[in-house]
């Protein structure tokens, strides 16, 4: 069990205003994605966030032309599942964070629009699960459906900005935390998981150590990273925590410990949301950086 001056250490952090807030989002998609293809065929790509390892589902509301799927380099995606109106696509460990794959669709139909182009894009850690494809008019139950996520996408928004003005107008320290409700009586609970974590291969820098944590609301990692003798300064640029159902904890921000020069070990705090029922299981935690690198540790388990 962590000292007490550690887990305050830790609660500080969680509290601080000058953490660093995590430049993509992390919440879960609230539903499908929509695109709608030009009638008159006019030239148009939409961009789909794709990942290694994670499956993205293309639902077309017209029958496909199995032998007129186009695929840049195909040979690295360990599925592509072509059905009669859908494509499902898991790229490999073979593909590289920040490239690009074309992928063209024909219709069996021959109607207007004859094909669809779109272009894969690479993300470290996330895809898009979902996206339907509309080639003719949509119905009114799809637009009153996306109605509703729109709505509750804006309530979560709305949310959010409240949570992010109490922490800005709440005072420092632990007086901040109990404010905003982070701490209760309980305090913080720390778990030392170094020995129980998967070191997964490809991982650009080593974990020295990993403590876990847990409060009333949020939950965080304090990972001791070393860079490798001889590669280039590393530092995250966004992170995912993601269970064994494949659901996401909500990242709320990365802090990096300051170090001098960079490429000595320092240690990353990333801080989620704590749902009410708990934070049961073990997640999957990948970190990244604004170029290829990941690194990513498994089984983590909090208190």
Known sequence: MPSSSTVVFLGLLLASAAALAQSESSASVQGARRIE????????????????????????????MRDGIELEGRERFSLVD????????????????????????RFRDGAAPVSAS??????????????????????LETYQQESREVRAELERCRDENSR???????????????????????????????????RLTGSALAANSVITYRAKTAVAIVVNLATEAGAEPWSP????????????????????QPS??????RSIVVEAEAPKAGVQGSFSLKLWEDGPRTVTLGNVTFP
């Open 37 to 64: 293809l030009p009638p008159d065929g006019s030239p148009s790509i939409a961009e789909i966030a794709v990942s290694a390892g994670l499956s993205t589902g293309l639902y077309f509301d017209s029958d496909l």
């Open 82 to 105: 072509i059905g009669q109106a859908t494509l499902r696509l898991v790229p490999s460990s073979r593909v590289t964070p920040g490239e690009h794959f074309r992928l063209i669709v």
């Open 118 to 139: 779109f272009l894969l894009q690479v993300h470290p850690a996330k895809a898009e699960p979902l996206v339907e494809v509309y080639r003719e008019k949509r119905t």
């Open 164 to 198: 992010l003005v109490a922490e800005n107008e709440a005072p420092p320290g632990l007086a901040g935390l109990l404010s905003t409700g982070t701490l209760d009586e309980d305090g913080v609970v720390g778990r030392i998981v170094t020995k129980d974590i998967l």
């Open 237 to 256: 640029k966004g992170a995912t925590l993601r269970g064994r159902t494949g659901a996401e904890l909500k990242v709320l921000r990365i802090w990096q």
């Open 260 to 265: 001098s020069p960079m490429s000595e070990a």
